[in-house]
């Protein structure tokens, strides 16, 4: 008989393995940005900053306020703690997860394909020979070294900065080519995978497809918590067919274990080494590129909580707003709320702030503190409420107090 989760042993399973129902340090160091990292296996990155950088956010959830050169070193400064690929989306991941996730990533990455096969070709030998000798460069450095000659290379067929740049993203999806850091502007800076990886031309040789999946099925199940299949493919974006296998084979090795949770209609799996907290003291603002919300329907069935991206919806069709972060406070989703750094006037900005209908009492007190924590870790010199949404007139008045 399968054991039965309640559904708050599954909420609380699930905030304790993204290591958000522990209070947070009063220190924070290299070591607990790494351990942060190792946790959650993957920071995905976006280019939207409207409020900070995406990758920046999860381990200020978790932190609290900590040194962003910390993360950039690790991603940039040898030996690297963390590599750039695809995981998710585009993510910093830990290296030794590089050879299974270039093993397994089966999508058309192929941006160049409008590019005549022969001519591509060339082009692609030319940036990697650039690169072999020229050091880390962005897309427009490698665009100005072999733009004019590129022309000549492929018959006059018409290269620009844009055929460059989908050239080195499919060599970057290929593996070849990996990212030696970021610019200020936040442009890649290019460079052959064996000159930046900490395993040097030994992370190019590929995985076992079946073990590489096992291994990725493991790590998801371990921050997931509790997880149905669906749920454990999302996190590295794993065909969902070869993660059920995975998953019944680490169920026969005691890996993981079925479970059910209550309110759930399809099959669950809990890590064998998850421990499902008594109670948790999470107070996080995530970023919409959180790993805890990665998955849109398992949030909704683990807290209730509906949430979508409205970046892209229309001014005029948008419900909640442009960039929009849950709250968390403590098992449950409080509220969500509108953010933006106006750094010319070093104010956080709350365009818009809204509760959900079993808030607790005390939400708008702790995400006022919330608030004026995230405005000092980004610099800013007060938080600024504006009068929309059902939860902003509390709000204003709590960070008011503060």
């Known amino acids: 008989m399968e054991p039965t989760l309640t559904a708050r042993q599954a909420r609380l399973a699930a905030i304790g393995a993204q290591g958000l129902a522990k209070r947070r340090p009063t220190n924070v160091t290299a070591g607990s940005v790494r351990r942060v990292v190792e946790q959650l296996h993957l920071l995905q990155i976006d280019s939207v900053n409207v409020l900070s950088r995406s990758h920046y956010l999860p381990l200020f959830s978790?932190?609290?306020?900590?040194?962003?050169?910390?993360?950039?070193?690790?991603?940039?400064?040898?030996?690297?703690?963390?590599?750039?690929?695809?995981?998710?989306?585009?993510?910093?991941?830990?290296?030794?997860?590089?050879?299974?996730?270039?093993?397994?990533?089966?999508?058309?990455?192929?941006?160049?394909?409008?590019?005549?096969?022969?001519a591509r070709e060339r082009l692609s030998e030319r940036i990697v020979a650039l690169l072999a000798v020229s050091g880390p460069l962005?897309?427009?450095?490698?665009?100005?070294?072999?733009?004019?000659?590129?022309?000549?290379?492929?018959?006059?067929?018409?290269w620009n900065w844009n055929a460059s740049k989908r050239v080195l993203?499919?060599?970057?999806?290929?593996?070849?080519?990996?990212?030696?850091?970021?610019?200020?502007?936040?442009?890649?800076?290019?460079?052959?995978?064996?000159?930046?990886?900490?395993?040097?031309?030994?992370a190019l040789e590929p995985a076992d497809p079946e073990e590489a999946v096992l291994r990725l099925t493991e790590l998801a199940a371990r921050a997931h918590g509790v997880a149905t299949v669906r749920c454990l493919a999302d996190y590295f974006r794993l065909r969902r067919r070869e993660t059920a296998a995975a998953a019944d084979t680490l169920v026969r090795?005691?890996?993981?274990?079925?479970?059910?949770?209550?309110?759930?209609?399809?099959?669950?799996?809990?890590?064998?080494?998850?421990?499902?907290p008594r109670r948790s003291s999470a107070r996080a603002l995530l970023s919409p590129f959180d790993s805890l919300v990665f998955e849109r329907n398992r949030l909704e069935s683990l807290f209730g909580f509906h949430y979508r991206l409205e970046i892209y919806t229309p001014p005029a069709a948008r419900r909640y707003g442009y960039y929009v972060l849950p709250f968390l406070l403590r098992d449950a989703f409080a509220a969500r709320v509108d953010l933006k750094a106006d750094r010319t006037n070093r104010v956080l900005l709350v365009q818009a702030a809204h509760r959900e209908e079993d808030a607790p009492g005390d939400t708008a007190v702790e995400l006022a503190a919330e608030l004026r924590m995230m405005a000092a870790w980004l610099g800013?010199?007060?938080v600024m409420v504006k009068p929309s949404g059902d939860l902003a007139e509390a709000l204003k008045l709590a960070v008011r107090r503060e």
């Open 62 to 118: 978790r932190l609290g306020p900590y040194d962003t050169a910390i993360p950039d070193r690790l991603a940039s400064r040898a030996p690297r703690r963390m590599v750039e690929y695809w995981a998710h989306e585009a993510s910093y991941v830990r290296p030794e997860l590089f050879a299974d996730l270039r093993t397994v990533q089966r999508r058309v990455w192929m941006t160049a394909h409008s590019i005549p096969a022969d």
């Open 138 to 158: 962005t897309a427009r450095d490698v665009e100005a070294r072999i733009g004019e000659n590129s022309v000549r290379a492929a018959g006059n067929w018409g």
């Open 169 to 202: 993203e499919d060599l970057f999806a290929a593996g070849l080519l990996s990212s030696a850091g970021r610019t200020a502007q936040f442009e890649r800076l290019y460079a052959p995978t064996a000159a930046v990886h900490p395993e040097g031309a030994a």
């Open 253 to 276: 090795t005691g890996k993981l274990r079925r479970v059910r949770v209550a309110g759930w209609n399809a099959p669950a799996y809990l890590h064998s080494d998850a421990v499902i």
């Open 380 to 382: 800013l010199d007060d």
